[in-house]
């Protein structure tokens, strides 16, 4: 018959040899190979002592920008909730009160901003939609959490440190990005 | 009658008494760095890192693997014969444990004006007496599957006795070509034997291959561990048991592991024989205790080296299929160890 693939293989059933049947040599073998992996570089990475480097493109957990002065980039337009296929994204807007210009960026800020991180799929559609500049995703991925609730993630979790106040925790949070 | 009683030893008595119980700490202790170590060879062999977590390289493991089988619920099953079920790890770990009593751990330490041996019993049938013993450790298994009342337990336990019967008798028969050459069943003078002229391997290459494919099927150990079979009866023998019942019989293999090692060694290997060096000579140099710890620490080495060959066996070869099991003993083990027998027996009368 001819075989359908080139790879095909027909398996073996010739009796064993008389050096086959003594078993000992292929197990002297078989040992060499064990012992010659106890020297071998392992992969393994010590994870809490140390990371692996993410990729300058992974899209980990959302941060919601500041601009150069600490203030708010977002101006809670929805367009954001409106790209983000998960639906994780809610927001409620709110006007901005006279004496606020130190705190928000723009007329309209984000009263609350809330994503979901069981329901978001880390697309990054979001930080396309943001014509602010406000949102990116960040080189964190998402930590366990006991709850539900906890993985619901509100502007306090969101909101990277003002720069002015605590630029330390600003460039950390930053990161490579930007 | 007074005088009998003050005419006794005592401090014979209280020699022994503390050697035993020096063995059996020792025992134990090396039993838990076993655990230890199998799972730090097996990652190594496997690309790993092994356990390094609890302390530094993972050297407190042993004690947090230990604090957790204490804690586990004790769970003695309804339908089982309750005596036997108790009975069955500590018969396991008995049986582990006496075998080493009549082991020469070093020649003999010179303390307090008294020679104090480093053999718990130098009985002159000290073979016989580990053959016993060992083969009463089948009825750890035995038990512990008989009782659980579970069919993969009976099965398990049918398992190893049937293993451990076929493989003692190629055991015995690689044993008596050696006899017949110590002409001794003494295992300190076996020893001094192999100290005064050769190690035992060297005229006994066969006899010790087949002593030490016995040895790893005696021990329940990969690639004869059929009776514990994890893929095909769920764990064997020990299914049921739980808790630090359940770490008797994993702590009894280890120490299995650990006295047929030194067993191994003292007969074939030399025992606590320094290689490479007369041991008399060096005791008048250096005297007779230095001399003494550096057998105790010799015989320990070639311990260690078999137990890692245990373990790298075990991460290297695939379990027996039963029919080959029993082929391996009946077929090949029993032929060659007749034949070793008789090869040894025409020599040492041709030699006279």
């Given at each position: ?178 | ?110 303390l307090w004006g008294r020679d104090i041996s480093m053999q718990i019993a ?231």
């Amino acid at each position: 018959m001819q075989p359908l693939t080139s790879r095909a293989k027909a398996v073996d059933r010739k009796p064993m040899t008389m050096w086959e049947k003594m078993y000992l040599p292929a197990i002297a073998k078989g040992m060499s190979i064990t012992f010659g992996h106890m020297f071998k570089k392992k992969p393994t990475v010590n994870y809490p002592e140390k990371q692996r480097p993410f990729s300058p493109v992974f899209r980990g957990l959302h941060v919601l920008n500041r601009d150069e002065q600490g203030r708010e980039r977002c101006t809670a337009c929805g367009l954001c909730a409106v790209a983000c296929p998960a639906e994780a994204i809610t927001m409620e807007a709110a006007e901005r009160l006279p004496g606020e210009e130190n705190l928000y960026r723009e007329e309209k800020y984000a009263a609350k901003y809330e994503i979901n991180m069981l329901r978001c799929i880390f697309c990054g559609l979001c930080e396309e939609a943001c014509p602010k500049d406000a949102i990116y995703l960040s080189e964190t991925f998402a930590p366990s959490n006991y709850t539900r609730k906890g993985f619901i993630y509100g502007k306090d979790e969101l909101l990277i440190p003002d720069p002015v106040t605590q630029p330390e925790e600003y460039a950390k949070a930053k990161g490579q990005r930007h | 009658m007074h005088l009998t009683l003050l005419a006794f030893d005592w401090a014979l008595l209280l020699e022994k008494a503390v050697l035993i119980l020096i063995i059996i700490s020792v025992s134990l202790l090396v039993a838990m760095y076993e655990t230890w170590g199998e799972r730090k060879v097996a990652a190594f062999m496997q690309d790993r890192r092994g356990p390094n977590r609890a302390g530094p390289g993972g050297i407190l493991q042993p004690l947090a693997d230990g604090l957790k089988l204490f804690m586990k619920e004790e769970i003695v099953p309804l339908s089982s014969s309750r005596f036997l079920f108790v009975l069955g790890p500590g018969l396991a770990m008995l049986t582990a444990m006496m075998t080493s009593a009549v082991v020469p751990w070093s020649s003999h330490f010179h303390l307090w004006g008294r020679d104090i041996s480093m053999q718990i019993a130098d009985v002159n049938i000290g073979i016989l007496y580990i053959f016993g013993v060992v083969s009463m450790g089948v009825y750890g298994i035995m038990i512990g599957g008989w009782a659980s009342n579970n069919k993969f337990s009976l099965l398990a336990a049918i398992r190893g006795a049937s293993q451990i019967i076929s493989y003692e008798l190629a055991m015995g028969l690689s044993i008596i070509a050696l006899l017949m050459i110590s002409g001794s069943l003494s295992l300190r003078t076996i020893v001094e034997q192999q100290q005064a002229h050769y190690y035992y391997v060297l005229v006994q290459p066969l006899g010790f291959l087949i002593f030490l494919i016995c040895a790893f099927a005696e021990c329940n150990r990969t690639p004869f561990d059929l009776s514990e079979a994890e893929s095909e009866l769920n764990m064997g023998y020990h299914l049921e048991y739980s808790s630090m019942k359940l770490g008797f019989y994993l702590f009894a293999e280890y120490v299995n592991m650990f006295v047929s090692s030194a067993v191994m060694a003292t007969l074939y290997w030399g025992g606590y024989d320094i290689p490479f060096v007369n041991d008399a000579t060096l005791a008048q140099h250096i005297g007779q205790n230095p001399v003494a710890i550096l057998q105790i620490v010799s015989l320990f080495a070639k311990i260690i080296i078999f137990i890692f060959f245990f373990m790298w066996v075990r991460w290297t070869i695939p379990r027996f299929r039963y029919d080959q099991l029993m082929k391996l003993g009946w077929h090949v083990l029993i032929p060659l160890a007749l034949f070793n027998m008789l090869a040894t027996g025409a020599i040492v009368l041709w030699r006279g």
